[in-house]
T-cell receptor, first 114, second 119 residues
Framework: AQKITQTQPGMFVQEKEAVTLDCTYD???????LFWYKQPSSGEMIFLIY??????QNATEGRYSLNFQKARKSANLVISASQLGDSAMYFC???????????FGTGTSLTVIP | GAVVSQHPSRVICKSGTSVKIECRSL??????MFWYRQFPKQSLMLMAT?????????EQGVEKDKFLINHASLTLSTLTVTSAHPEDSSFYIC???????????????FGPGTRLTVL
């Protein structure tokens, strides 16, 4: 069975500071993909970043980077230079090689303080 | 810009009526679309996988007769909530997979969601 765990229900960060959102996963599959999505209060799910299980380099997309530690089964999202518009829910998700399903974590609510 | 649209964005209906929600991929063809349900302050739960030209695959515990899914074309999937009841009130989100867009072959792009309220 696949499982995604986000242990931080809420996080606060000062504007312009960096913040790390934690995500651990559990799977027996060798091939899988890890994703982070942002969900503002409007409800839309916005794709942020992707990491493949065989990717040797950590993924980066602008101010977003994914700290992938395969042996520890963690895929933490790092947001650098936080902006007020970063305040939102953040979901970590995984798609295993078997099946179609995306498994989502319970989310972390990030609040950026001016 | 948005790659997946949903209509309507918000709907209020009376108990016992049926509601149809549309999900469209705007600039790509999606052979597979997904329907999720999200309760307030909770995560997304996959309801079903919609395959163009074939029957949808429902997750365990999801009533296929209540949540009818039709994937009539490569750009449109619909979810019909039949005989809706207050407990069906939720946020429904669709997604589609575009293997040509950035983010890896399995990236799903989500619609803006539909907030259903059943009175």
């Amino acid at each position: 069975a696949q499982k995604i765990t986000q242990t931080q229900p809420g996080m606060f960060v000062q504007e312009k500071e960096a913040v790390t959102l934690d995500c651990t996963y559990d799977t027996s599959d060798q091939s899988y993909g890890l994703f982070w999505y942002k969900q503002p209060s409007s409800g839309e799910m916005i794709f942020l970043i992707y990491q493949g299980s065989y990717d040797e380099q950590n993924a980066t997309e602008g101010r977003y980077s994914l700290n992938f530690q395969k042996a520890r089964k963690s895929a933490n999202l790092v947001i650098s230079a936080s902006q007020l518009g970063d305040s939102a829910m953040y979901f970590c998700a995984m798609r295993a090689n078997t099946g179609n399903q995306f498994y989502f974590g319970t989310g972390t609510s990030l609040t950026v303080i001016p | 810009g948005a790659v997946v649209s949903q209509h309507p964005s918000r709907v209020i209906c009376k108990s016992g009526t049926s509601v149809k929600i549309e999900c469209r991929s705007l600039d790509f063809q999606a052979t597979t679309m997904f329907w999720y349900r999200q309760f307030p302050k909770q995560s997304l739960m996959l309801m079903a996988t919609s395959n163009e030209g074939s029957k949808a695959t429902y997750e365990q515990g999801v009533e296929k007769d209540k949540f009818l899914i039709n994937h009539a074309s490569l750009t449109l999937s619909t979810l019909t909530v039949t005989s809706a009841h207050p407990e069906d009130s939720s946020f429904y989100i669709c997604s589609a997979r575009d293997i040509l867009r950035g983010g890896g072959p399995d990236t799903q792009y989500f619609g803006p969601g539909t907030r259903l309220t059943v009175l």
